[in-house]
């Protein structure tokens, strides 16, 4: 499937390409074209990944390829199966932030460690809401 709208959430397709660059899971521009708050981010894994401990980070840039920590820092992912949320602090990301900003012309991006599998799938639930001026 392809990225999509669904019951007020985007929902980001994200799997492994066996690439080892930032971003190498998954880089969406921002859909709105306007600053956004992102009130959750839930990683639900669907696929297997690895024996070892993968994990997947998940944030905002300026750049499609950059690893960003804003939503997810390096949540553990090495479990067949499992769903993991910014609001948990084991997962939340820098700061340990529950929501942050999506600038208008940046990008979320999903980076994979090198220990995840060819196989590995997850689906990134993001909720927002468009920035008020």
Do not use: C, K, Q
Request: proline letters at 2%; hydrophobic letters at 40%; a negative charge.
């Amino acid at each position: 499937m392809a990225n999509r709208f669904s019951n007020g959430a985007y929902v980001i397709d994200v799997a492994s390409s066996g690439s080892t660059v930032a971003g190498n899971g998954a880089s969406v521009l921002n859909p709105e074209g306007v600053s956004l708050l992102v009130t959750h981010a839930i990683a639900d894994l669907i696929g297997a990944t690895s024996s070892s401990a993968a994990s997947v980070t998940v944030g905002f840039s300026s750049a499609a390829a950059s690893t960003a920590t804003t939503l997810l820092f390096d949540t553990l992912t090495s479990s067949a199966a499992g769903v993991f949320s910014n609001a948990s602090s084991g997962n939340a990301g820098t700061g340990g932030v529950p929501a942050a900003l999506w600038s208008s012309g940046g990008y979320l991006t999903v980076t994979l460690n090198t220990a995840h599998t060819t196989s590995f799938n997850m689906n990134l639930v993001v909720e927002y809401e468009p920035r008020s001026t």
